[in-house]
């Protein structure tokens, strides 16, 4: 058991901080230039295998890539492409046509969007609304998928549907193909989520990812993004606590700067649990995302993400309190990080879904016997 | 950064796990786990027999009987000692004392009292509050004149925990009158058998007399007994308050009185179902399981980091601040599931664990308030926060 980051995570969390910290000013650059700068500095072949072109590295790097996202409090989509997407790539059998798949998202020239999510399924019920058809040539797809991720910049979506059989299967997509319209909506966090209707949509009877277990693969696809957004809430944890530290070293009122006040201290201590607390438990997930027991990956999921929920609720609102009227002001930097760490606490579960699921796990009814 | 244990440490946790429970008496186990009152001979037996088996003194230096484990293992024989419902080691002696001595304490009072501080042949308390002087302990007055062969001490302290039990206790006395409270500060050692020490039990709402003042009056204490320089004693008190980490945040405990929660909540029957089938209790349970795991995390990487991390390191005291807040909560539960039965205060003869409940509830206040209560735990935080 250790708890350190080995050399080379440090090595990586050092040139992350140093590219992508608030400092480095990357609000402004395009979302374009910094992806072309992921690529080459590797980031973007973080969790693919090395004989695929991938730096064979694992949750933990994603992990630490992720918090440096959220503390810079960028958008930028290397959760839906590299993790989720980048994940069913991986375990569908390799062929040319997945190897070119996961070469362009290594080189940066082609980004993924996975379109699972159906009506009925908002909670990450399994649902079977999308129908492929399949003939000698195509799969022609028929289906209405909702939350889709960053479809604005998505080449492709990988769709999980149902063929006639019944049974799950996982198409690769251009998203350009025909018969298919997006319908973007603006998230409070500033992010494009879409409802994608697939009408008719042809595509090669190739483009299907050959997966054993779809099922299995979208849930472990999911856990990893559950891991991956918890990270991201850390690092906009971790900047909102440094803009309140600074905010109440600065700001003077009474004569004195705010910082000597003992309940604003004392509030202060409290963001600091909150936010370690989530670090913890981001590093429980990553950690169990990277080997170990599927059923403790599960409870490591699930308690992780209550607990970056709770923390994010409490690390936000403690942040623009201690910042006064200015907390709520849209000029001030505090509102990106306060709400996209209310939404984070909304999706991939609320408290609710992953408490209920830990209160009915197995080994939670096996361990009162 | 790997939180799986390798299978040696596996391996480790059931060996420590397996001594535990053969060689610590059941009857005293059970004792712990009821939340039953603790004759000074249950500390005694259960102390001797984890000094034999390595595990009292683990942390200190290998030469005074410490071992050379890893951080990982002193971690998990931390925790095994909790959840085995096995007592502590006597932390006055092997936290307390025994630390500050292998530090600061001269070659003759190594020689003198470490080995019998491992052993509990000496039973050590800490004569640190005051009844003015809690939390403001740097404003204590108890005194110490220096006459030619050391000195003669005059003074009363508080909240002396396990006093009525002790050999000697490890005070703080105030040397230099003119000096800043923190400079005019001594560590002594002083023989609980001495000329002019008198005791008087406090008894706590839960029945039970754990503290007592100590009243002392024209002690004489000679000088050998000092430690280390004159005038020094708050740097040896604070290191003796930051110095022992592991297990502080009482993992084990809280892990093993859910497990106790959930059994109970099976057996507990509520309108013709067990309080265990109502999801409500069980998502109230998995609420607390949640924050505990991720502070069993902020835990090893306090304790076990070998890298260091600076930021965790200031939040060390806020182990202490969740940790009690958490094992407070779970009393709390295992208070919801006793029911009415909590009402009813146990007598010599009381089997049933409901009664002690509510005296394991009451007694666990303490921990948001000892060794530097969560309010002072975060003005230490908030002065590396904000390094003033």
């Known amino acids: ?369 | 950064m790997d939180l799986r244990y390798t299978s040696d440490e596996q391996r480790f946790r059931e060996e420590v796990r397996a001594n535990l429970e053969s060689e610590v008496p059941r009857a005293l186990r059970e004792k712990v786990r009821k939340g039953a009152p603790l004759e000074k001979e249950d500390f005694v037996i259960a102390h001797r027999i984890l000094n034999r088996l390595g595990y009292a003194v683990p942390h200190w230096p290998v030469q005074w009987g410490g071992r050379d484990w890893t951080p990982v293992q002193r971690s998990i024989v931390a925790e095994e000692i909790q959840r085995a419902c096995v007592p502590a080691p006597l932390s006055a002696n092997v936290s307390m004392i025994g630390p500050v001595l292998a530090a600061f304490g001269s070659p003759a009072q190594k020689e003198r009292f470490l080995p019998r501080i491992a052993s509990l042949d000496d039973w050590w308390c800490q004569g640190f509050s005051e009844p003015n002087s809690g939390s403001d302990l740097a404003s204590l007055k108890m005194s110490a004149r220096r006459t030619d062969d050391g000195y003669v001490i005059n003074g009363q302290k508080i909240w002396t925990t396990y006093a009525q039990h002790a050999d000697w206790i490890f005070a703080l006395v105030r040397t230099d009158l003119q000096a800043k409270p923190q400079r005019g500060i001594s560590f002594v050692l002083i023989d609980m058998r001495s000329q002019g020490i008198t005791l008087r039990p406090i008894e706590l709402i839960d029945g039970d007399c754990e503290v007592n003042e100590v009243f002392f009056e024209d002690v004489e204490v000679p000088l050998e007994n000092l430690v280390g320089a004159e005038n020094h004693g708050w740097d040896y008190a604070k290191y003796l308050l930051t110095h022992e980490r592991t297990g502080i945040a009482g993992i084990g405990v809280a892990k093993e009185m859910l497990e106790r929660v959930k059994a109970y909540a099976r057996t507990t029957i509520h309108g013709g179902t067990s309080l265990w089938s109502d999801e409500n209790f069980r998502l109230t349970v998995a609420e607390v399981e949640v924050e505990l795991s991720a502070l069993e995390v902020t835990q090893l990487r306090v304790g076990t980091s070998t890298r260091g991390d600076a930021a965790i390191d200031s939040a060390a005291s806020l182990l202490k601040v969740k940790g009690s807040e958490i094992q407070q909560r779970a009393t709390e539960l295992l208070l919801e599931v006793a029911g009415p039965d909590a009402w009813l205060r146990p007598t010599e003869s009381t089997e049933d664990w409901q009664a002690y409940s509510t005296g394991l509830y009451l007694n666990w206040r303490k921990l948001s308030i000892y060794g530097g209560s969560n309010e002072i735990q975060k003005n230490i935080v908030a002065k590396s926060v904000f390094g003033d």
Not at chain 1, 101 to 112: H, P
Not at chain 1, 153 to 164: E, L, M, P, Q, R
Request: glycine letters at 8%; proline letters at 2%; a negative charge.
């Open chain 1, 1 to 369: 058991m250790n708890v350190d980051y080995t050399d080379e995570q440090v090595m990586l969390k050092e040139s992350l901080d140093r590219r992508l910290s608030p400092a480095a000013g990357l609000q402004t650059t395009s979302q374009a230039e910094r992806w072309k700068d992921y690529a080459e500095a590797g980031y973007l072949a973080i969790p693919f295998a090395e004989e695929r072109g991938g730096l064979g590295a694992g949750p933990v790097e994603t992990m630490i890539l992720q918090e440096a996202l959220g503390k810079g409090a960028l958008s930028d989509p290397y959760l839906s492409s590299v993790v989720v997407c980048g994940s069913l790539l991986q375990a569908a059998l390799a062929d040319d046509m997945v190897d070119g798949w996961i070469a362009a998202i290594v080189e940066g020239t082609a980004k993924f969007s996975l379109a699972q999510m159906e009506p009925g399924g908002q909670y990450g019920e399994y649902t079977r609304g999308t129908l492929a058809k399949a003939d000698k040539v195509n799969w022609t797809i028929n289906g209405r998928k909702l939350f889709v991720e960053d479809t604005e910049t998505a080449n492709y979506f990988i769709v999980s549907a149902a063929n006639d059989a019944g049974q799950d299967v996982l198409l690769v997509v251009d998203s350009a193909s025909e018969g298919i319209s997006v319908n973007p909506s603006t998230g409070w966090d500033g992010r494009s989520v879409a409802v994608v209707e697939f009408k008719d949509v042809c595509v090669p009877i190739d483009n299907r990812l050959d997966v054993e277990d779809v099922c299995g693969a979208l849930i472990g696809a999911r856990d990893l993004a559950i891991a991956a957004i918890c990270a991201e809430a850390v690092g906009l944890m971790s900047g909102v606590f440094d803009l309140t530290v600074e905010y109440l070293k600065t700001r003077r009122q009474f004569k004195t700067s705010l910082s000597g006040f003992q309940a604003l201290r004392h509030k202060v201590c409290d963001m600091l649990m909150a936010l370690e607390l989530a670090r913890s438990a981001a590093m429980a997930a990553a950690s169990a995302c990277a080997g170990g027991e599927e059923s403790e990956r599960r409870i490591a999921i699930a308690r992780a993400k209550v607990q970056i929920n709770r923390s994010s609720r409490f690390v936000a609102q403690a942040a623009i309190q201690l910042h006064g009227g200015i907390g709520l002001a849209e000029e001030y930097q505090l509102g990106i990080y306060a709400r996209r760490l209310t939404v984070i606490g909304q999706i991939y579960g609320n408290d609710q879904v992953h408490l209920r699921a830990l209160a009915n796990s197995e080994t939670n009814t096996r361990a009162a016997q």
